[in-house]
Each structure stands twice: as C-alpha cells, then as structure tokens.
C-alpha cells in the first residue's frame, strides 16, 4: 500500500486487542511495516515479500527496529510530541513497557512475525503480482486516462484509506484529545519530514532502478533519515541532561 503506516497497522489491532499480555504491540506494527522497511536494507525487490523473507529478513530487522523504537524513539516523542489530531500521544507514549529480556526477545520475535504475515496477507489481497491476488480475482479491470486499472488496484485504494481511518480511530478513542496545538510547536516534525521526503525521493529517483522500487527505496531514505535526527534529538537531550546534573 502507498502507506505502510499506519494503513498496515490496522490488521494487528484485533489480534492484540484479544490479548495484549501475548504481545508486544510495538512489535506487531513493526513486523505489519516490516516487508516494505526491509528495503532499507537492499535486499532482492520482493525477499521480504516471500515468505522465506518473513524469517529470514523481516524477523531480523524487525527485532532489531522494535528495540530501537522502544529504546530510542519513543523517549524521544514522548518528550517532544503533542497532543493532535483528537490524539493524546504523550498519554499513548506514557504507557509502561516491558523490560528488555529473554522473554520479551521472544514476545517481540513472534509479534514481528505475526505482523509481517498480516502484510504478505493485505498485499497479496491488493497487489496483482502476488500468488494470492493471482487466484482470488478474475483477470477483469477498466481503463481510465490511457492507464489499466484491475481488481487489486480497487481493492489497494480501499485497504489504504480504510486501514488508516481504524488505526486513528482507534487511538481516538483510546487515548482521546481535545487540545489543539499550535502550529508552531509542530514545526520541527514538519520541517524534518519534508526534508526526510524531499531527499529521499530525489536521490532514489537517480537510482536505476524500478518505480515500484524508487518509491519504497525513498520511503525508507525517508524513514531512515527520520531515525537520525531523533537519535540526534535523543544525543542532546542526555548531554543537557547530564550538564544539568553536573551544575547541581
């Protein structure tokens, strides 16, 4: 889907709405994102769109990018993000997690796997070069603006907007907000995303490389230069941190 996230999320909400104890909801969005994060490592264009690639690349990575979000993003947005959207992040950031260990190694492995086979599931659903699509729908479509639309393209549009609208719902609801921000105090995020785009997209498009390839290369060009300015954002608030503690 042209949004990984949050439209890919919404498949793991009812399976850790039936019993949060069993998983690590980080994990689970993560491994719902994972196939298509996958190609921040260049690997093969669809490995981690198979399911060898579940195991072999997705787990991994998967793991890996679940730490990272828990132990180095999320502190950084639970101090810096507001409320929005009728969201209250800092309440849905402030929710106690687990302790780093064995056990919660192996919550996060099966939950990254849980969610990477939600993904091959909606993308074999809505995607015309994977096994599932191939059988389900008949070879029928329309064209339209000198394009040929199929089945799946329809069915592509319906999971991205539907996906999205359950996710927000849901933290809606959960973790309600009536506090507007201003705009200001959004800026940093704006600017960095748009900078993340921008460059990604531009130095992916020199690539020689497929459409399909290009987008999911500058998406996570994009992502993956988000990761650094939070882990950026992170080095200086321990550095003042500690500057702090020193004056005392």
């Known amino acids: 889907m042209p949004f990984t996230f949050p439209s890919h999320a919404a498949a793991v909400i009812p399976i850790y709405h039936y019993r949060p104890k069993w998983f690590s909801i980080t ?15 260049y690997v093969a264009d669809d490995l981690g769109h198979r399911l060898s690639g579940a195991v072999l ?19 950084v947005l639970k101090a810096k993000l507001p409320a929005m959207l009728f969201i209250n992040f800092p309440n849905m950031l402030a929710i106690e997690r687990p302790k780093l260990n064995v056990r919660e190694i192996i919550v996060i492995s099966y939950s990254v796997l849980i969610g990477t ?48 609208l359950i996710v927000w719902r849901y933290l809606a609801v959960r973790f309600p907000s009536q506090v507007f921000i201003k705009f200001r105090e959004l800026m940093p ?53 500690s500057l702090f503690t020193k004056g005392k």
């Open 117 to 164: 086979m939600t993904h091959l599931l909606l993308d074999g659903l809505s995607h015309d070069d994977m096994w599932l699509s191939r059988h389900i729908y008949p070879k029928v479509g329309i064209h339209m603006f000198e394009r040929y639309y199929s089945i799946e393209t329809g069915v592509w549009i319906i999971f991205t907007i539907a996906g999205a």
């Open 57 to 75: 690349v997705c787990l991994p990575f998967g793991v890996i990018f679940t730490v990272w979000v828990e132990k180095v993003l999320v502190p």
């Open 27 to 41: 994990a689970l969005v993560v491994g719902s994102a994972a196939p298509d994060l996958a190609f921040m490592l």
């Open 189 to 241: 995020f704006v600017i960095v995303g748009a900078v993340a785009i921008i460059t990604g997209t531009l130095w992916a498009f020199f690539l020689d490389h497929s459409m399909f390839l290009k987008i999911a290369i500058s998406r996570s060009v994009a992502i993956a230069l988000f990761i650094s300015f939070s882990m950026w954002r992170l080095f200086l608030k321990q550095r003042e941190n």
